[in-house]
């Protein structure tokens, strides 16, 4: 999964990539890239200021990455680590308070583009 972080943030750029400290391998090609999560939304967890956010499953797509932004007017994007699941869980969020979420979908042969972001107003 760390490595798909790497590929995501380098946006497949080689010399990006092989800056990273990680061994640059060509991957073998999966029939596609994935399409773009849909349906993207965000819930209440079971706590004040947490927030589940998902996506309908993609079946192109190996791993998920989510970002979020503090900010719905000019957003500064903070990105979490890939993984399998299409179900993050962000905490320590402000109650009352809007945030945007976003989601893109990854496997080998590379990287969606970030869905559209969704406005969320944190429990």
């Known amino acids: 999964a760390l490595g798909m ?3 995501l943030n380098c946006a497949n750029d080689l010399t990006k990539a092989q800056s990273s400290g ?11 890239i994935p399409n773009v999560p ?7 967890g079971a706590h004040t200021g947490e927030i589940i956010v998902s996506c309908d499953a993609n079946t192109d797509a190996d791993f998920y990455c989510c970002r ?3 900010s719905t007017t000019a957003p500064v ?10 179900k993050f869980t962000l905490t320590g969020l402000a109650h009352g308070k809007d945030i945007l979420v976003s989601l893109c979908a990854l ?7 970030w869905s559209d972001a969704v406005t969320v107003l944190v429990n």
């Open 77 to 86: 994007w903070i990105t979490l680590m890939a993984q399998k699941s299409r």
């Open 68 to 70: 979020y932004s503090l």
């Open 107 to 113: 496997n080998s042969a590379g990287n969606s583009d």
């Open 38 to 44: 849909i349906n993207v939304k965000g819930d209440w």
């Open 22 to 32: 990680f061994d640059v391998h060509a991957n073998p090609v999966a029939a596609s």
């Open 5 to 7: 972080y790497v590929q």
